[in-house]
């Protein structure tokens, strides 16, 4: 079974820094990364990277956020940096496996205060 677990969200004032976890498990995974979904807005992507290292940033975050994974840990990390209060939403790790099976989190939520 397939779980995809997130940690680290939370509350921080504008200019600040966040990291955001994702532990999976139950399979191994071609791509990883982050999505998120602001209230009354469409989940939207952040950040991807496959497992090859390749990475994919939203226009908005380029610069400023940051996806790494360790791939013996089977986890994917998001630091963010700069925060602003548009970045504050729900966000969701996501994977994708080798069968091109999509996988959800159950989401954390960031808000960033101005």
């Known amino acids: 079974q397939v779980q995809l677990v997130e940690s680290g969200g939370g509350l921080v004032q504008a200019g600040g820094s966040l990291r955001l976890s994702c532990a999976a498990s139950?399979?191994?995974?071609?791509?990883m990364g982050w999505y998120r979904q602001a209230p009354g807005k469409q989940r939207e992507l952040v950040a991807t990277?496959?497992?090859?290292?390749?990475?994919n940033y939203a226009d908005s975050v380029k610069g400023r956020f940051t996806i790494s994974r360790d791939a013996a840990k089977n986890t994917v990390t998001l630091q963010m940096n700069s925060l602003k209060p548009e970045d504050t939403a729900v966000y969701y790790c996501?994977?994708?496996?080798?069968?091109?099976?999509?996988?959800w989190g159950q989401g954390t939520q960031v808000t960033v205060s101005s």
């Open positions: 990277i496959t497992s090859g290292s390749s990475t």
């Open positions: 139950g399979s191994s995974f071609v791509v």
């Open positions: 996501y994977a994708r496996n080798f069968f091109v099976s999509d996988y």
